[in-house]
């Protein structure tokens, strides 16, 4: 049983009792399993393969050296210095679950390095990123040679998240600004802008704006 819903920027899948949203992750749609936020990879890498035309396999991916070795560190680094039990990066879902949502879903931090070692188009795009990192932190270093260059590259990296981190953040208070406020059922009013010329001198024009309601203002037109 499934049922799905649709909004402008957001589409919900249910199965199995359980809710998927139907994301994006730098430009390529995702669908993620609402209870513990993880992606599925399977429909990740058959979409890009489906847009550049490849062939690529999600199974040899994560056999790789490099990403067992960066499952590893994110491992490592999510069991802290007490080593506790490191959490589970990946899993399936497959016989209770509907084909839509059915595959093998991987932590978000695992989604960089799928998408870098399936789609060639996105390794060029992040190469062009941290080529212009990279410029920013030799000019940084010109400038200022009494620092470690790489103190310099996370000083830039600091930067560039900080400045990220913040714009969303308005970008979020302008999407929260933008919601409506709830009128009681009954109460709505509907209003229109009238501008009125008062007078005119030379080049210059005075006008007034008044708010109606905009009932009001259709009846007494009618009049």
Do not use: W
Not at 24 to 39: A, H, K, M, P, T
């Amino acid at each position: 049983m499934t049922t799905e819903t649709a909004t402008p920027n957001l589409r919900k899948i249910t199965s199995n009792n359980e809710s998927f949203t139907i994301g994006s992750y730098n430009g390529f749609e995702i669908l993620i399993r609402d209870q513990d936020g993880y992606v599925n990879a399977t429909k990740l890498v058959q979409l890009i393969n489906e847009q550049e035309n490849t062939n690529k396999q999600l199974k040899k991916i994560t056999l790789t050296q490099m990403y067992r070795d960066y499952k590893r560190l994110i491992q490592d680094k999510s069991a802290g210095p007490k080593k506790d039990q490191p959490p589970q990066l990946e899993y399936q879902l497959i016989n209770e679950y509907i084909n839509e949502v059915r595959g093998t879903y991987v932590h978000k931090k695992l989604i960089n390095i799928i998408c870098m070692k399936t789609s060639i188009k996105y390794l060029d795009i992040v190469t062009d990123i941290m080529d212009k990192i990279n410029e920013t932190t030799i000019a940084e270093h010109e400038a200022d040679k009494t620092q470690a260059i790489e103190d310099q590259f996370h000083n830039v990296m600091n930067t560039v998240t900080d400045t990220l981190s913040n714009r969303i953040t308005e970008l979020n208070a302008d999407v929260h600004s933008l919601i409506p406020r709830a009128v009681p059922k009954g109460k709505q009013r509907n209003y229109i802008l009238v501008v009125e010329q008062i007078h005119q001198i030379d080049d210059k024009i005075k006008i007034r704006i008044r708010r109606l309601n905009k009932n009001t203002y259709q009846n007494s037109s009618i009049c």
